[in-house]
């Protein structure tokens, strides 16, 4: 994925953002998007829930199989299976120095726990950039989105279609349509924001640590806002 916005951060390739920052927004709102975006430029693995189940669906592991149902209807999986899954990626090296979430935390349950998990990883303050998307433009976002079945590369049909229909320009594997992104699903997925994560804009805003991203914007235009929140934060010593 190209660096749209230049230069990387000055925070570099070796000393990383020594935090968690997490994408909050609804399904749609660019969290997978700007995900590949900083990762890449901050040099932060990119910890997507989504994609973890996604392959462990594909693998055929026992997590793939409680968590198939419960995405193909648009509900959250249960925060114990979610929350083990996540320990265990943070307790890989390449997380010591931060990481980017794109779709977790989820409820508050997932948000205190991850708290306690950055203590565990004396890991600096979390910083959370909150995206918020009006629900038409979702809907468009999501039934034209398509992804790469090779790298997850991300397409919209709409927005950003790639040179080659149903092919990706960057590695040239098959683009396919996620099976939850169905009008029916997306709502379901959609109620499911409001009703489980969004309680998470106060309980983050309350703590000071959340800055607000216009994610209504052309993707370029919001990568630029997300780094010029992420370039004023110091890596914590
Ligand atoms: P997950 O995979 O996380 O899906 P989601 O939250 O529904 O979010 P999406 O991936 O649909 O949207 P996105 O914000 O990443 O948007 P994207 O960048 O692709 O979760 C799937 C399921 O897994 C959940 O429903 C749940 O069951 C389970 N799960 C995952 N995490 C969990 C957790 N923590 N707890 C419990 N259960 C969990 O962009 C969308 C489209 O818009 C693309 O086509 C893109 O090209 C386009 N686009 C992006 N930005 C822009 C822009 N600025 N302008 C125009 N188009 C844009
Ligand atoms: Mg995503």
């Given at each position: 994925m190209a660096d749209v916005t230049g230069d990387r951060s000055p925070l570099g390739d070796s000393q990383g953002l020594g935090r968690a920052v997490i994408l909050l927004?609804?399904?749609?709102?660019g969290k997978g998007t700007q995900a590949q975006r900083i990762s890449q430029r901050y040099c932060l693995p990119h910890l997507s829930t989504g994609d973890m189940f996604r392959d462990n669906i594909k693998r055929e592991t026992e997590l793939g199989r409680k968590a198939k149902p419960l995405m193909e209807r648009g509900e959250l999986v249960p925060d114990a299976i979610v929350l083990g899954m996540v320990a265990d990626r943070i307790n890989q090296p390449d997380c010591a120095k931060g990481f980017v979430f794109d779709g977790f935390p989820r409820t508050l349950q997932q948000a205190a726990d991850l708290e306690k998990i950055c203590g565990e990883h004396r890991l600096g303050c979390t910083l959370v950039l909150h995206m918020a998307v009006n629900p038409e433009l979702l809907m468009r976002r999501l039934t034209g989105r398509r992804i790469c079945k090779a790298g997850g590369h991300i397409y919209n049909v709409y927005e950003r279609p790639p040179?080659?229909?149903?092919?990706?320009?960057?590695?040239?594997s098959q683009l396919i349509h996620r099976p939850d992104d169905s009008e029916g699903v997306i709502g379901e997925r959609l109620a499911a924001y409001d009703r489980q994560t969004q309680p998470l804009v106060e309980y983050y805003k309350s703590r000071g640590v959340l800055s607000s991203v216009d994610a209504m914007a052309d993707a370029d235009t919001v990568t630029q806002g997300i780094t010029r929140i992420m370039d004023g934060v110091k890596a914590p010593r």
């Open positions: 927004g609804p399904p749609g709102a040179k080659r229909e149903g092919i990706c320009d960057v590695d040239g």
